[in-house]
């Protein structure tokens, strides 16, 4: 549009504003499939007041605590990667980016020993243990396991976003004039940090 | 004129048709990335798909035409209505208007190129035909086609031993397809509108797609999460909504209607808007009441995604909550009227131009207003709770969403196609189709409710002995339709292959920008920047024309 020059090397038609908008609204669309798991988890929990209370009391608040640290960790070195491409030091961006990356990948292994310890302890969705609790505590763990296995893909497809960042940056498609990509890729990863801000009190911080 | 003629504008360029990118025959096509090729991909998958789904509603009257067993058992008749409605809510008239005519035409009204992420068009697309085939496969795959009915109700849905994951999927995937769709639209409007095309000076069906967007970018997502439950569900029995398990399959219902309320209106508002475009075009006149009717689909938007639970008063809710949902109906309708008004405001002292995209919309304006009525009758809670699930309702949602969504998609084929492939179809023969689909659609539907009236269920294989009389005029009534359908179909298919070429730009006389481009388009549309003119102001630009000249 008329406040960006387009290349004269290529016709494509290039709109930063119109490219930030669609991520909004998919973004926003992304809020609302995840309002979906919330309004189902409000609506248990006003149910099923006491047995979330009782469940929530087997949740590692330690593994919990790390996760967060570590998201809202890697959310503040994507927007630092953004904003040392706006500056024009790639190296800097990109070692940024891979470290966003490992931290995305130290949270699923958290995420994964955390998983691990509850279905030792028997509470997985048809467990012996678990179907002679009470329906709360079923829907709990139910829950549990739904909205934190979503958010987890959420994690990795946003690692999978960020590596193809890295490759752009790499091959200067994504440069301190064209970062938009880039940028995107940071408002996605941002939404997973924000989600998980969420379900860190709901299912850790109830008892 | 001959055909090579035809092919190239005064400035020596070809129409998106002829033109030669860089992939041969239909890659061409499957891998183009022009919003006016995707449209057509669209169209020919979408008819396709409405064929299919029309082919089992004539096997369901069929087999109800008398009692008992007359073609098939109740298990196929189950699969039957239940893809019927699949194939027809979730593959036809959601995708739609929006997918086909929105894709060719929207950014020609707004004067542009193509829409804003046109690679992302093309992968909605491809999406769609994803959740078309995993459609297919639900049916061939051992296990059965699906027998839920359309509305996948818990606890049938993680009970039956048919093909239910493979469905659930292919809705979620269309869904996703959807919203690619709807965020593209949007992002279109507001960034791509040609330098003077103010919010004011779109055409309405540009604000019809617009409310449809935001409709679409809102809801849809609650539909992907629910029915990705319902797989869960099934697969890990979580128990979410298995009330063997605690869950509350109540809770499903409202998460569905969240979704499949507003969907009326993902079905309806686009061909509120192709009304909107086509009353004035054949009147003559400008619209009556433009922002009224703009707004007035941005307020169906709003209050349709608020009405969800009257879907569901028979199910168990509180006297609170079923008025609320009650008045909120009761106001939805005001909108949708307010647009009634203004079309027959319009038509008075118009220069009406009965051509077979007017029929139908007239047709559209007739049958939308039994079906709204009829909506406003099942707002009132006690009348309700004696309809519920009952014929009432399936003609209720049969006036509605065929009589718009279907009649208005019907109405574009008739006023654009010729535009798009620059062929002429025979008017005569499209107008006795007309005649012989609008008096059997009546035929077929309207009996649903005086039966529903007298108690007859719906999704039933039998019945009894006194529904009989209504359900064979119905079945009738179906082939008279169908034959008109198929009679219409025949005649813009011969249009396609053997019609009379055009290159007249302005068929109807629109005053809407994509009456001002070549017929068909060139590839960019514009060889240069459009004037930008009021869309309706037909005298008055008529005037200024004739100064000019």
């Known amino acids: 549009m008329s406040t960006h020059e387009q290349t004269v090397t290529s016709h494509v038609h290039r709109d930063d504003e119109g490219s930030r908008m669609g991520m909004w609204l998919f973004l926003f669309t992304e809020l609302i499939l995840f309002g979906g798991m919330f309004f189902i988890y409000s609506v248990y929990r006003y149910l099923h007041h006491d047995d979330f209370h009782v469940a929530a009391k087997n949740m590692n608040v330690l593994i919990g605590t790390a996760n967060t640290i570590i998201l809202l960790t890697s959310s503040m070195t994507i927007a630092v990667s953004i904003a040392a491409m706006q500056r024009g030091k790639k190296m800097l961006s990109l070692t940024l980016q891979s470290i966003t990356v490992i931290f995305g990948f130290i949270f699923l292994v958290n995420k994964y020993f955390e998983w691990t310890a509850e279905i030792g302890h028997g509470n997985y969705p048809g467990s012996p243990e678990l179907v002679n609790q009470n329906a709360g505590q079923i829907l709990f763990f139910g829950l549990y396991y739904v909205m934190t296995g979503l958010h987890g893909l959420h994690v990795i497809v946003g690692m999978i ?6 490759r752009f940056t790499m091959k200067d498609i994504i440069t301190p004039d064209s970062y938009v990509k880039l940028e995107a890729a940071g408002l996605y990863w941002h939404l997973v940090d924000i989600i998980w801000i969420f379900l860190f009190p709901l299912f850790y911080l109830i008892t | 004129m001959s055909a090579d003629a035809a092919a190239i504008n005064q400035n ?38 409405f064929i299919a789904g029309m082919v089992l509603g004539g096997l369901i009257r069929l087999e109800l035409i008398s009692p008992g067993r007359d073609i098939v058992d109740p298990q196929t008749y189950n699969a039957f209505f239940t893809l019927h409605g699949v194939i027809m809510l979730f593959i036809f008239v959601i995708p739609g208007i929006p997918a086909v005519f929105g894709n060719f035409f929207l950014p020609i009204m707004l004067g542009a190129k193509d829409v804003a992420f046109p690679r992302l068009n093309l992968f909605s697309w491809y999406l769609y035909m994803t959740g078309g085939i995993l459609v297919i496969l639900a049916i061939l795959l051992p296990g059965g086609a699906p027998d839920t009915g359309w509305t996948f109700y818990i606890p049938y849905s993680i009970r039956t031993n048919t093909n239910m994951i493979i469905t659930l999927t292919a809705v979620f995937i269309l869904g996703f397809s959807s919203i690619l769709t709807g965020l593209n639209f949007i992002t279109t409007i507001h960034r791509l509108r ?74 309806a508002v686009p061909a509120m808007g192709v009304i909107s475009e086509i009353i004035p075009t054949f ?32 199910a168990g809710m509180t006297d609170t909550a079923e008025f609320v949902f009650s008045l909120l109906t009761f106001l939805v309708a005001i909108p949708s009227a307010v647009k009634v008004f203004n079309w027959t405001a319009t038509l008075y002292k118009g220069s ?52 718009t969504a279907g009649f208005g ?53 039998d019945y009894l002995p006194e529904y009989h009389v209504y359900h064979l005029i119905s079945t009738i009534g179906s082939w008279v339709m169908i034959a008109g359908i198929l009679y219409m179909f025949y005649n813009l298919l011969i249009s396609v292959f053997k019609g009379k070429r055009i290159t007249d730009k302005n068929i109807w006389g629109g005053e809407t920008l994509e009456w001002f481009v070549d017929t068909p388009p060139t590839l960019e549309n514009f060889d240069e920047e459009p004037e930008i003119n009021d869309p309706y102001a037909y005298k008055q630009n008529e005037i200024e024309a004739e100064e000019v000249r």
């Open chain 2, 409 to 461: 998609i019907f109405a574009s084929l008739h006023y654009w196609l010729p535009k798009m492939i620059g062929k002429m179809y025979n008017i005569a023969h499209a107008k006795v189709a007309f005649w012989i689909l609008f008096i059997g659609f009546n035929f077929l539907y309207f009996p649903f409710f005086i039966m529903g009236w007298l108690g007859m269920p719906r999704r039933s294989y």
């Open chain 2, 352 to 403: 009406i131009e009965l051509d077979p995209p007017m029929l139908y919309a007239l047709a559209f304006i007739f049958l939308f207003s039994i079906g709204g009525l009829t909506g406003v009758i099942q707002g009132v809670l006690s009348v309700d709770i004696h309809i519920t699930d009952t014929y009432f309702i399936v003609g209720h949602i049969h006036y509605v969403v065929f009589g």
């Open chain 1, 161 to 166: 976003v960020i590596i193809f960042m890295m």
């Open chain 2, 12 to 49: 020596g360029h070809e129409s998106y048709l002829e033109y030669k990118g860089k992939y041969k025959g239909i890659f061409a096509w499957i891998l183009s990335t022009d919003h006016k090729r995707i449209g057509i991909l669209y169209m020919v998958a979408l008819l396709t798909w």
């Open chain 2, 194 to 267: 040609a330098p003077k095309m103010g919010w004011f000076k779109m055409p309405l069906f540009a604000w019809a797609l617009y409310a449809t967007g935001w409709i679409q970018v809102i809801v849809t997502p609650i539909i992907g999460i629910t029915l990705l439950l319902v797989i869960v569900e099934r697969v890990f029995s979580v128990g979410l909504f298995d009330p063997a398990l605690g869950g509350d399959p109540i809770l499903f219902q409202h998460l569905f209607w969240i979704y499949s309320h507003p969907a009326v209106y993902i079905m």
């Open chain 2, 283 to 314: 009147a003559r006149r400008t619209i009556f009441g433009y922002k009224f009717i703009a707004f007035s689909s941005i307020a169906i938007a709003v209050f349709g995604s608020l009405v969800w639970a009257h879907h569901m008063f028979a």
